[in-house]
């Protein structure tokens, strides 16, 4: 378990995350295929050459939950009860077959629950491709445990 305790996240700190993942076009046409999304411009090369971009496009969402992904590890790795929510998701730039994700977090806000014996934290995801470009941005906002209640919330 590497995530941290409601205690252990600052208003205002930004965490920048290690994991990094360059997507393939295996990693776009299996996340379509699940999700039973089948926009062209995401699986027909054809198609896709045609468009202002000139080329597939990863899936949006794909992209948000690579940025989930990459940030559990310094963010909710075994700390969490649940994510809450996703909100003021934005897709500034496209990402494509083989552009490599990196993703940080910062701190926006934190507020314990009425109870005392938990947290509510959000914070604000920011992932960009290898030129540094933003590519997607959101809130992301869970309930966390709080350390001396950890074990009896298990």
């Known amino acids: 378990m590497s995530g941290r305790y409601y205690e252990g ?19 776009n046409q299996r996340f379509c295929d699940l999700t039973m999304n089948q926009q062209p411009l995401h699986l027909d090369r054809e198609f896709a ?35 809450l929510s996703y909100d ?9 077959q083989d552009d490599t994700i990196r993703a940080r977090s910062t701190v926006t806000e934190k507020r314990e629950t009425s109870d005392g014996e938990r947290g509510v934290v959000t914070m604000h995801v920011e992932a960009f491709n290898q030129h540094d470009d933003l590519v997607c941005s959101f809130d992301r906002t869970v309930l966390s445990l709080k350390r001396e209640y950890a074990e009896d919330s298990r």
């Open 9 to 27: 996240f600052d208003v205002g700190e930004t965490i920048e995350h290690r994991r990094r993942r360059t997507v393939t076009e295996s990693d």
């Open 49 to 83: 050459a045609d468009t202002e971009f000139g080329e597939r496009l990863v899936n949006g969402l794909y992209t948000m939950s690579l940025a989930v992904g990459v940030s559990i590890p310094e963010t909710t790795d075994g700390t969490i009860v649940a994510n």
């Open 88 to 96: 003021d998701v934005e897709h500034p730039n496209p990402v494509f």
